[in-house]
Structures are given as C-alpha cells and as structure tokens.
C-alpha cells in the first residue's frame, strides 16, 4: 500500500497562489501516473490535472495557463502550482496515484487505486 500525504493548503485572495505537495511512502514501480483531484461542496469531483513518466499528460479547461502539475524524482513529490486563484478553485484537493499500468494518464477517478487524504483551499474574492 502506497501512502499519499497531500499538503500546501489553505486561505488566499483572488489573484493569489498556493502550491499544493503530494508526498508518496513509496514508488513500487517505475512506471507511474498521478495528479490531483478536487471537490466542492455540492459539486462533483473534478479531474485538476495529471503527469506521468514523460511530463503532464492533462490540464481541465477550468485551470489550463493557470495551473502547472510537475513531479520531482528525487524527492518522490508531486506539485500543482495554483496562480491567479479564482473563487471557483475553492475546494478540498486530492492527490492521486497509480503504478505499472500502461494504459492513458487521464483524470479518470477510477484508475486511481491510491488518494490522499485531501487539503483544503479556500480563495476568496
């Protein structure tokens, strides 16, 4: 079982940034996909953005030139960089893992058989 600590949330201004961590126990397999989720009260849970191997694979419309998801080797961490935050980026973020699977790095919530315990970001304007 592969441990996923997510970290970086909390408060910011519309405009701000935050940077949000997801610190993995362990990497069972070269061969890895993850990124981040998020979801708001009364609203469904929405694939953020993923990387894999070669580099980040999605970006959901609602962050694209705002958002940047990277993954440092080295120190097994995954990061999403949140600039100019809006109000509608309120939310509990997830981070999410898998390993040795070959098929597409999408944010398809059920390819993901490891998730953090979620932190949460408020913006508010």
């Known amino acids: 079982q592969v441990r996923l600590v997510a970290s970086g949330g909390g408060s910011e201004h519309s405009g701000g940034s935050l940077r949000l961590s997801c610190a993995a126990s362990k990497y069972p397999s070269s061969r890895y996909c993850g990124g981040w989720f998020r979801q708001a009260p009364g609203k469904e849970r929405e694939g953020v953005a993923t990387?894999?191997?070669?580099?980040?694979?999605l970006y959901a419309d609602t962050v694209k030139g705002r958002f940047a998801i990277s993954k440092d080797n080295a120190e097994d961490t995954v990061y999403l960089q949140m600039n100019a935050l809006e109000s509608e980026d309120t939310a509990t973020y997830y981070c999410?893992?898998?390993?040795?699977?070959?098929?597409?790095?999408?944010?398809?919530?059920?390819?993901?058989?490891?998730w953090g315990q979620g932190t949460q970001v408020t913006v508010s304007s």
């Open positions: 999410v893992a898998r390993f040795g699977t070959t098929f597409a790095c999408r944010a398809n919530a059920v390819d993901f058989t490891n």
């Open positions: 990387i894999d191997n070669e580099g980040p694979t």
